[in-house]
């Protein structure tokens, strides 16, 4: 029998409160904005994907975290770091309350996937969740810290079946609250896409960015590298806010703010804290009539390679140290966004963005009508050789069920089928037979299946997709 994690049933009500749109956090700041000439921020991304334990056969095995996997076999590859990544999953919680003891004023957003929130607890890993707890509950302590929502279960979201962004949002909320409680969920505005992926094709980031809306986000993460002014050329700042515009075939807009991640992905950047540097290099600019701070942001892996493990812990606390509430200083996402309001800066007033690439695609809009983004990406790919887009697997206004089995992988055909069943009759979480589909339909798209075309991992994969088919079929 499956230990259900909390991942349903509070639908309805978790999405009322993540919709309130209260401030969360400058009202409880200590930092004094006028006086800030650039602000830095950093975040920790933190992920175990669920696995399936040793067994002769994988159809008895149980459904494990890896990081459990790594502890039981400590002389597999780097398995025996595993005490050190679960020493990484509560340090902040030390580092924070050692800072703030000592005067300082520390800042960090983190995000952790759902499949990782399960594992610590299938692991009874209680006191890395009670450390947690005291900087992401106690009111002495969660002005410094912000969390980020994200996908459940790692999924990216180009790979994802369009009905199921919305799932593990959900399911991600709920699963925090269950946690941390509601006044922490409240104060979730920002969200981090697994892999800072961002899809390009206009129907599938038309659906994520009306998704993240409806559960309450109020801005997204995003890497430089994946965004477009709207006429195809580079962004010129990065150091500002900018407004994702999302618009699909039949011509509906959506937009949602955007901080941006500048370089790379090199858990250097952050284990050397050089958005600091950086930043220390950044005037105040002008900008919309108002003078603000430039943002630097960076995120990394928190527990992943030997510059987090160890060059990290150092850096982070001395840096901390040698800084204070004017000057150049550290903030989270959505307490820098606050103080921007704060100024007279709307959302409105930000430069407006796409995905890369889209400017291409637009090129071969004629009109507006049901599919027609693939019609002008089909074109467009005629003219501009090598143009490749990662598409969402499959869209909301085509029936992928019948006729349509032999070209299904297993990940989409087990979506399918979920959304066949339980769509209709809509699904109660008082339901075993949904809850538990609904487990291995989130399980599935666990980006970590994806990276290999063979080998164990897809094994996982068929054999969590073929569990869950036969939970819709019985």
Same mark, same amino acid.
């Not at 990544?85 to 924070?96: E, G, H, N």
């Not at 290099?281 to 919309?288: A, H, L, N, V």
């Given at each position: ?46 992920? /175990? ?8 056969? #994988?159809?008895?095995?149980?459904? !494990? ?66 450390? #947690? ?31 199921? !962004? ?33 899809? !390009? ?47 699909? %075939? ?40 108002? %003078? ?7 995120? %990394? ?60 695609? @637009? ?36 029936? @992928?069920?019948?006729?349509? /089995? ?36 989130? #399980?599935? /798209? ?29």
């Amino acid at each position: 029998m499956v230990n259900f994690p909390k991942i349903t049933g509070d639908e309805k009500k978790i999405q009322e409160i993540s919709l309130l749109g209260e401030e969360a956090y400058a009202s409880i700041s200590n930092i004094n904005i006028d006086k800030v000439i650039s602000v830095f921020g950093i975040a920790l991304h933190m992920h /175990q994907p669920t696995i399936l334990s040793d067994s002769p056969d #994988l159809k008895n095995a149980d459904l !494990i975290n890896n990081l459990q996997y790594m502890f039981d076999h400590p002389d597999i590859g780097d398995n025996h770091n595993a005490s050190v990544f679960l020493w990484c999953y509560s340090r902040m919680s030390d580092f924070i309350r050692e800072l703030v003891s000592g005067g300082k004023n520390p800042r960090v957003m983190l995000d952790y996937s759902g499949n990782l929130f399960w594992g610590l607890e299938q692991m009874k890993a209680g006191k890395v969740l009670d450390d #947690l707890k005291l900087i992401t509950c106690d009111s002495k302590y969660y002005r410094y810290v912000e969390w980020l929502g994200t996908m459940w279960s790692h999924s990216v979201v180009s790979s994802t079946p369009i009905p199921d !962004i919305k799932l593990h949002i959900l399911a991600w909320q709920q699963h925090f609250a269950s946690i941390f409680g509601v006044e922490a969920l409240k104060r979730v505005k920002g969200f981090s896409p697994p892999e800072m992926h961002l899809p !390009i094709h206009p129907d599938t980031c038309y659906e994520y960015v009306k998704t993240l809306k409806e559960c309450g986000y109020q801005w997204v993460m995003v890497q430089e590298h994946t965004i477009e002014n709207l006429d195809g050329t580079g962004i010129s700042n990065p150091y500002i806010p900018h407004k994702l515009i999302a618009k699909n %075939s039949l011509g509906d807009v959506e937009e949602i703010i955007v901080l941006i991640k500048t370089q790379g992905s090199d858990t250097k950047l952050v284990a050397q804290m050089q958005p600091y540097y950086e930043a220390k290099s950044k005037p105040r600019e002008d900008f919309c009539g108002k %003078s603000i701070p430039p943002f630097v942001l960076q995120i %990394s892996d928190g527990e992943n390679g030997g510059v987090m493990m160890n060059e990290f812990p150092p850096k982070y606390k001395s840096v901390y140290s040698e800084i204070s509430t004017e000057g150049v200083v550290g903030m989270n996402g959505t307490e820098y966004l606050e103080y921007i309001r704060k100024i007279g800066i709307e959302p409105k007033d930000f430069i407006p963005v796409q995905p890369i690439c889209q400017n291409k695609i @637009w090129e071969f809009f004629d009109e507006f009508y049901p599919r027609a983004a693939d019609k002008a990406i089909e074109a467009a790919k005629d003219k501009y050789q090598g143009l490749n887009l990662d598409k969402a697997s499959w869209t909301s206004d085509k029936n @992928w069920v019948h006729g349509y /089995q032999d070209v299904l992988d297993p990940i989409n055909e087990l979506s399918a089928e979920f959304h066949e069943r339980f769509d209709k009759k809509g699904g109660d979480a008082k339901d075993s037979d949904y809850r538990e589909a609904l487990l291995y339909l989130l #399980l599935s /798209q666990t980006s970590c299946y994806r990276y290999w075309g063979s080998g164990i991992w897809t094994d996982y994969a068929k054999e969590i997709c073929r569990r869950g088919e036969e939970i819709i079929k019985r």
